[in-house]
Nanobody
Framework: QVQLVESGGGLVQAGGSLRLSCTASGRTFSSYVMGWFRQAPGKEREFVGTIDKNGGRTFYSSSVNGRFTISRDNAKNSVYLQMNSLKPEDTAVYYC????????????????WGQGTQVTVSS
C-alpha cells in the first residue's frame, strides 16, 4: 500500500512557474514508476508525464513537453513536477500516481493516487 500526498499548487500568472511535490509513504517508493496526471473541469483525466523507477527515463505529453520536468528523489520518497511557461490551459487539478508494473502513460496502469492539488493559471 502506498499513500501519496501532493503539494505546491496555487494561483500563478501566465508565463510563471510552479513546482509540485508528491511524497509517498512506505519504504518501497523506488519500486514504483511515478506519473503525473491532470483533470480540468468537464474534461477527462489527462496524462502529463511519467518517470521510471530510478529516474533515468521520463516521458511527457506533447502539450507539456519542453515546459514541464519530472524528477524524483528516492531517498526522500518524493517526485516533483517543475512547471514553467505556464498557460491558462494548464489550469487543472494535478494528481501524482504510482504504478507497480508498467512505465506507462495510461492512467489505468497506475495503482495508487494522491488527492490532487489545484493549479490555476490566470491570463
Amino acid at each position: 500500500q502506498v499513500q501519496l500526498v501532493e503539494s505546491g499548487g496555487g494561483l500563478v500568472q501566465a508565463g510563471g512557474s510552479l513546482r509540485l511535490s508528491c511524497t509517498a509513504s512506505g519504504r518501497t517508493f523506488s519500486s514504483y514508476v511515478m506519473g503525473w496526471f491532470r483533470q480540468a473541469p468537464g474534461k477527462e483525466r489527462e496524462f502529463v508525464g511519467t518517470i521510471d523507477k530510478n529516474g533515468g527515463r521520463t516521458f511527457y505529453s506533447s502539450s507539456v513537453n519542453g515546459r514541464f520536468t519530472i524528477s524524483r528523489d528516492n531517498a526522500k520518497n518524493s517526485v516533483y513536477l517543475q512547471m514553467n511557461s505556464l498557460k491558462p490551459e494548464d489550469t487543472a487539478v494535478y494528481y501524482c500516481a504510482a504504478a507497480a508494473q508498467r512505465y506507462s502513460s495510461r492512467w489505468t496502469d497506475y495503482n495508487y493516487w494522491g488527492q490532487g492539488t489545484q493549479v490555476t493559471v490566470s491570463s
